[in-house]
């Protein structure tokens, strides 16, 4: 069996998660099945738990 060439390289994901952590926002980084790379904004999934307290929101990175 054959390799075939990587999609993307660990040096990308350290360069998006380095340009990430410079804006101080929440985003996420998507690795797409095609290597594409993508950041978005990041949005926390919904919850129905109204007493659920408010904390301080955090930077985060989620990959």
Excluded: C, Q
């Excluded at 804006?23 to 594409?36: F, L």
């Excluded at 993508?38 to 129905?48: D, E, G, L, M």
Aim: charged fraction near 35%; avoid cysteine.
């Amino acid at each position: 069996m054959s390799k075939r060439p990587a999609r993307f390289t660990e040096a990308d994901v350290r360069r998006v998660i380095r340009a990430v952590s410079k804006e101080r926002a929440e985003m996420e980084v998507r690795i797409d099945p095609d290597g594409s790379i993508r950041i978005v904004p990041y949005h926390p999934p919904a919850t129905n738990d109204a007493t659920r307290p408010v904390v301080a929101r955090e930077s985060r990175i989620h990959l």
